[in-house]
């Protein structure tokens, strides 16, 4: 397996999961996000995919629906992007007011070497 893979799969992962494509419930879940990161004021709104653990429960239902959706495919994308899931010790992602009010979204992926790998948007 190339390991500098990873780093394209934590990036189209995140990516996928903040765009406009992703319509759970008769609702964007960007639109969810974007008022959580505002009403978090800066704090950082952490979404663990590896190792998995459960995401805040009091998000909005339809922001939880679309992590659990996403972490059932979880795997499957990366054995589909040629990248095998066990290297990966760690893999976040965060979202973020920034002080200038944009919001931040940043995935961060750790592999079985030590290596992070580090992705950003911001909106």
Same mark, same amino acid.
């Given at each position: 397996m190339k390991y500098k893979i990873l780093k394209s799969i934590a990036h189209n992962l995140f990516h996928t999961f903040v765009i406009f494509m992703n319509y759970v419930d008769d609702g964007y879940v960007i639109d969810d996000l974007r008022q959580l990161?505002? *009403?978090? +004021?800066?704090?950082?709104?952490?979404i663990p995919w590896i190792p998995d653990s459960k995401a805040q429960t009091d998000l909005p239902q339809r922001f939880l629906k679309s992590i659990e959706d996403y972490k059932v495919q979880l795997s499957k994308h990366f054995q589909?992007?040629?990248?095998?899931?066990?290297?990966?010790?760690?893999?976040?992602?965060?979202?973020?007011? *920034?002080? +200038?009010?944009?919001?931040?979204?940043?995935?961060?992926l750790v592999d079985d070497r030590g290596k992070e790998y580090s992705n950003n948007v911001s909106f």
């Amino acid at each position: 397996m190339k390991y500098k893979i990873l780093k394209s799969i934590a990036h189209n992962l995140f990516h996928t999961f903040v765009i406009f494509m992703n319509y759970v419930d008769d609702g964007y879940v960007i639109d969810d996000l974007r008022q959580l990161a505002r *009403k978090a +004021n800066g704090a950082r709104l952490i979404i663990p995919w590896i190792p998995d653990s459960k995401a805040q429960t009091d998000l909005p239902q339809r922001f939880l629906k679309s992590i659990e959706d996403y972490k059932v495919q979880l795997s499957k994308h990366f054995q589909e992007s040629g990248a095998n899931i066990e290297t990966v010790r760690e893999f976040r992602t965060e979202i973020f007011l *920034k002080s +200038n009010k944009k919001i931040a979204v940043e995935a961060y992926l750790v592999d079985d070497r030590g290596k992070e790998y580090s992705n950003n948007v911001s909106f």
